[in-house]
Nanobody
């Protein structure tokens, strides 16, 4: 079993930045791909970004491309989501998720393909 704990959420002004962290324990973290997803009030959860086991492959939703950066430090069992130029529409609960890597060039953007989930952290962007 893998445990994931997100941190770094909070209230930020539009145009500001925030860095989220996803700390993992319980399994060999470097063997897992990790994704960030978010769910705004009244909306379905959506894909934000994903990173391969090595950090060599990353994917972003079009809505965050150029503003968000996903990275990982396997020595610290942690994945980060650096969020810049935040907009009110980025307000959501952000959750990280992990799945065993397939060691291919493809990293899943589908939430139903992730096995382990954190509890989420709230990010609120004030206009």
């Amino acid at each position: 079993q893998m445990q994931l704990v997100e941190s770094g959420g909070g209230l930020v002004q539009a145009g500001g930045s925030r860095r989220l962290s996803c700390a993992a324990s319980g399994r060999t973290f470097s063997r897992y791909d990790v994704g960030w997803f978010r769910q705004a009030p009244g909306k379905e959860r959506e894909f934000v970004a994903a990173i391969s086991w090595s950090g060599g492959t990353t994917y972003y939703a079009n809505s965050v491309k150029g503003r968000f950066t996903i990275s990982r430090d396997n020595a610290k069992n942690t994945v980060y989501l650096q969020m810049n130029t935040l907009k009110p529409e980025d307000t959501a609960v952000y959750s990280c998720a992990a799945r065993p890597s397939t060691y291919t060039a493809v990293v899943s953007r589908r939430e139903d393909e992730y096995d382990y989930w954190g509890q989420g952290t709230q990010v609120t962007v004030a206009s």
